[in-house]
């Protein structure tokens, strides 16, 4: 018979089994059925408990596969443009960064800045992305209508580009390296 170790608070009793190795169990009486006794050893539920747990635990550790987290930070750099906001835009730029004619990070950044002062509503539509991906690098491909405005109904400026752009993954996030651009259509 197991014996009883300690008497824990909430109705828990630890208990000794046979073989040496302890265990706890629920210990209830329930004087309105005569004193029957319900014991309920928690031993199977501990069990399942655990294994839910670590499949809970290896779904949140489960990682964004590469291409999904490239499109989600080209989503979140074209976000940043709509809402016009430069910060946001290059933090998705590397340090590295190189655009046309010698562009650096922080030019990039300046041109945005730039784009964004002197149109009250900016717009940048992407169409399909075409990706090719690498061991920790990728090239994306695109086109892109950019349009800008004074917030009327038809935006004043607009132009569509061809669009090419290096990315490199560092410490699990994308990274800008490279972009290039031509003017498919507009001025």
């Known amino acids: 018979m197991d014996g009883i170790v300690a008497q824990l608070p909430g109705g828990w009793q630890s208990v000794q089994a046979p073989d040496g190795g302890y265990k706890l169990r629920m210990h209830r009486e329930r004087a309105a059925n005569g004193g029957i006794t319900l014991q309920r050893t928690i031993e199977r539920r501990t069990i399942r408990l655990?294994?839910?747990?670590?499949?809970?635990?290896?779904?949140?550790c489960a990682r964004t596969p590469p291409e999904e987290a490239l499109r989600q930070t080209v989503d979140a750099m074209q976000?940043?443009?709509?809402?016009?906001d430069a910060a946001a835009f290059s933090a998705h730029l590397a340090e590295d960064f190189?655009?046309?004619?010698?562009?650096?990070?922080?030019?990039?950044?300046?041109?945005?800045?730039?784009?964004f002062l002197q149109h009250a509503r900016v717009g940048l539509d992407t169409g399909p992305l075409t990706i090719e991906?690498?061991?920790?690098?990728?090239?994306?491909?695109?086109?892109?209508?950019?349009t800008g405005g004074g917030g009327r109904l038809l935006p004043d400026a607009g132009?569509?580009?061809?669009?090419?752009?290096?990315?490199?993954?560092?410490?699990?996030?994308?990274?800008?390296?490279?972009?290039?651009?031509?003017?498919?259509?507009?001025?």
């Open 50 to 60: 655990v294994f839910v747990c670590a499949l809970a635990l290896l779904a949140a």
């Open 159 to 187: 132009q569509v580009y061809q669009v090419r752009t290096g990315w490199r993954l560092e410490d699990g996030d994308w990274r800008l390296t490279s972009a290039e651009w031509t003017t498919v259509l507009g001025r």
């Open 133 to 146: 991906m690498g061991e920790g690098h990728a090239t994306v491909r695109f086109t892109a209508a950019a």
């Open 79 to 84: 976000a940043a443009v709509s809402e016009r």
């Open 98 to 115: 190189v655009g046309p004619g010698g562009m650096d990070r922080d030019a990039a950044r300046r041109m945005a800045a730039l784009y």
